[in-house]
């Protein structure tokens, strides 16, 4: 009879290391688990965040660019419309930021001040390109930009030629327009598809 208490209690002994050991390799499990999914959930966090950042960055260069380059092309205009005035002889008084300016002085003022927006917009458009790496999803938003930049360089060396009063009439502030749109759109939708993947952590 001891015998057999004794070989029950070594069964005993046994089943509680085997409880035990299951029990300990659970909680290892569990702790293993746990710091894969934190250290996943951190990683992610970490990746949402520095897209976020990025986001706003780019968005920044691209307002500044977009509200630059409307500017840009309302200046031309006011010139246009200055030299078309003169040309006729209808040239009058221009209010010209808070000065009032005659045809001469107006002119140089615009063209004073799209030399300081032609600047802006370079940074603008140069930040925006080292921001947007060159694979293929970026490929549109590019495009959109570098053709802004070539208009506007277009425009600016007609701007710039001694023969201003007929390059005015080839500008083309339509096709300026028609592009800064499409950046708008094609910016408004890229931002768009990018914040989700910002909140997903990808």
Known sequence: MAFIGQGLNMDLTIITLIISSVGVFATFVNICVT???????????????????????????VSTLITNVTLYRSYVGYIKIIKKETSEGVAHNYI????????????????????????????????????????????????????????????????????LQQNLEIINLTEIKSTNDRLRDIATNYFKNEWEKAKKGE
């Open 96 to 163: 010209c930021g808070e000065a009032r300016l005659d045809a001469n002085e107006a002119l140089d003022y615009y063209v004073s001040q799209l030399n300081v927006i032609l600047g802006k917009i370079d940074v603008s458009i140069e930040s925006i390109m080292l921001d947007l790496s060159k694979n293929k999803g970026n490929y549109a938003f590019r495009e959109a930009v570098t053709s802004l930049g070539e208009q506007i360089q277009t425009i600016d060396s007609l701007i710039s030629h001694e023969n």
């Open 35 to 61: 710091y894969y999914w934190n250290k996943r959930k951190l990683k992610a966090d970490l990746v949402s965040q520095s897209r976020i950042k990025w986001l706003d960055r780019v968005k920044g260069y």
